[in-house]
């Protein structure tokens, strides 16, 4: 079974601060792929991130970063120095190797405060 | 090069009535699935089509929902005899190759109303 948990149902910061959103996965593929989305208020799904699951390094886009960590199946999502405009539903997904379709979380409302 | 599109963007149905959405994959692309997002929740998979093809509906209802993606045209999900319940959002995703080896592309949605 597949199945993809974030825990944080809101967040909310004040501008600048950094924040990390929380993503626990379970398949029992060996190969499978990680996604994080960005549902802003208008409503469609903003791709940020595809990962496959045998490469473990974290990666940096701008004030975006994520940690891939097999050991604990998890794959978190930080911001750093937040703005306004980064106050969205952010989704992470999972999609395993034999899977046609991506599982995904229930997602997190961020909201950053001006 | 256009995304994918989706029409319409926000869709009013009575009970009872049908629901058609459209989906036109990106340009290039030949695989599209469907997803439902429910208020308040995550995106659930509906199904998976190739070109004339219905490769995975697992995640489809067995009744009054279909799908199809014909050798023109765009791909179709249809909903017969609409009740409250199928009031979401419905989002489209294409892929060049499938979903083992890129990633899929959303469309904007389209927000189904039943009332």
């Known amino acids: 079974a597949q199945k993809v948990t974030q825990a944080q149902t809101e967040i909310s910061v004040v501008e600048k601060e950094d924040v990390t959103l929380d993503c626990v996965y379970e398949?029992?593929?060996?190969?499978?792929?990680l996604f994080w989305y960005k549902q802003p208020p208008s409503g469609e799904l903003v791709f940020l991130i595809r990962?496959?699951?045998?490469?473990?390094q974290n990666e940096i886009s701008g004030r975006y970063s994520w940690n891939f960590q097999k050991s604990t199946s998890s794959f978190n999502f930080t911001i750093t120095a937040s703005q306004v405009v980064d106050s969205a539903v952010y989704f992470c997904a999972l999609s395993g190797y034999n899977n046609n379709d991506m599982r995904f979380g229930a997602g997190t409302r961020l909201t950053v405060k001006p | 090069n256009a995304g994918v599109m989706q029409n319409p963007r926000h869709l009013v149905r009575r009970r009872g009535q049908e629901a058609r959405l459209r989906c036109s994959p990106m340009k290039g692309h030949s695989h599209v699935y469907w997803y439902r997002q429910l208020p308040e929740e995550g995106l659930k998979f509906m199904v998976y089509?190739?070109?004339?093809?219905?490769?995975?509906e697992s995640g489809m209802p067995k009744e009054r929902f279909s799908a199809e993606f014909p050798k023109e045209g765009p791909s179709i999900l249809r909903i017969q005899q609409v009740v409250r319940g199928d009031s979401a959002a419905y989002f489209c995703?294409?892929?060049?190759?499938?979903?083992?080896?890129?990633?899929?592309?959303f469309g904007q949605g389209t927000r189904l109303t039943v009332v």
């Open positions: 089509l190739q070109k004339e093809n219905i490769i995975d």
């Open positions: 990962r496959n699951s045998f490469d473990e």
């Open positions: 398949t029992r593929d060996t190969t499978y792929y």
């Open positions: 995703a294409s892929s060049q190759s499938g979903p083992k080896n890129t990633e899929a592309f």
